[in-house]
């Protein structure tokens, strides 16, 4: 089974460009989380679909950031434009079900964003 | 403010002997806890979790306890090995207040095992 795959592993961009990072979760799994690791920082997380639907995206820094799952398949996460604040590690995880009972969310390699 | 604190940066431990990584918390709503494993260049891996409604959970050579009353977790490696070396990362959730699950992660704490 194959898990959760991120594209592209490494991005270097201009501040002001735009990036859009792409997720594809586990098969199956209805949810679907971003979450970022700015260098030395711990991972915060920044938002979370049920299937096509925005569950909570409260740890969304701010409107240059949107994310879509476009038929509750894989997920995208554009920035645009770029400040150099954002550069970090992008993680995507997914999880099978919600609420009871618990299960981990499994997580892809992650995208390291770099704006120069 | 930090909800989920991993105070060790890096812990260096002999081969064979025992690990212990530490995490606190301080929001009473967390009900499931979480250790990932993480090597560079690679995503978190899931290692072991605990519900709230226990204080023990075993896989291995991996033991997690957790004392609600001193909001304190700890993850015990043993024997501990050089594969072993990675950044441990204590991760919390809750299901209440709409949040299904989001995890709040700690800044990880570097384990070094040295043969």
């Known amino acids: 089974e194959a898990g959760v795959t991120q594209f592209p592993s490494h991005s270097v961009i201009e501040k002001g460009q735009t990036v859009t990072l792409r997720c594809d979760p586990i098969?199956?799994?209805?949810?679907l989380y971003w979450y970022r690791r700015v260098m030395g920082k711990e991972i915060k997380f920044l938002l979370h679909?049920?299937?096509?639907?925005?569950?909570?995206e409260s740890g969304m820094p701010n409107n240059r950031f949107l994310a879509e799952r476009t038929g509750g398949t894989y997920s995208t996460l554009k920035v645009q434009p770029a400040e150099l604040e954002d550069s970090g590690v992008y993680f995507c995880?997914?999880?099978?079900?919600?609420?009871?009972?618990?299960?981990?969310?499994?997580f892809g390699q992650g995208t390291r964003l770099t704006v120069v | 403010d930090q909800q989920v604190k991993q105070n060790s940066p890096s812990l260096s431990v002999q081969e064979g002997r025992i690990s212990i990584l530490n995490c606190d918390y301080t929001n009473s709503m967390f009900d499931y806890f979480l250790w990932y494993k993480k090597y560079p260049a690679e995503g978190p891996t899931f290692l072991i979790s605990?519900?709230?409604?226990?204080d023990k959970n075993e896989d291995g050579r991996f033991t997690v306890f957790l004392n609600k009353s001193a909001k304190h977790l700890s993850l015990h490696i043993v024997p501990s090995q050089p594969g072993d070396s990675a950044v441990y990362f204590c991760a919390a959730s809750a299901l209440s207040g709409g949040s299904q699950g989001n995890l709040i992660f700690g800044k990880g704490t570097k384990l070094s095992v040295k043969p």
């Open positions: 098969s199956g799994h209805d949810n």
């Open positions: 679909f049920v299937k096509e639907s925005k569950q909570d």
């Open positions: 995880a997914s999880s099978q079900v919600s609420g009871l009972p618990r299960t981990e969310a499994f």
């Open positions: 605990i519900s709230s409604i226990k």
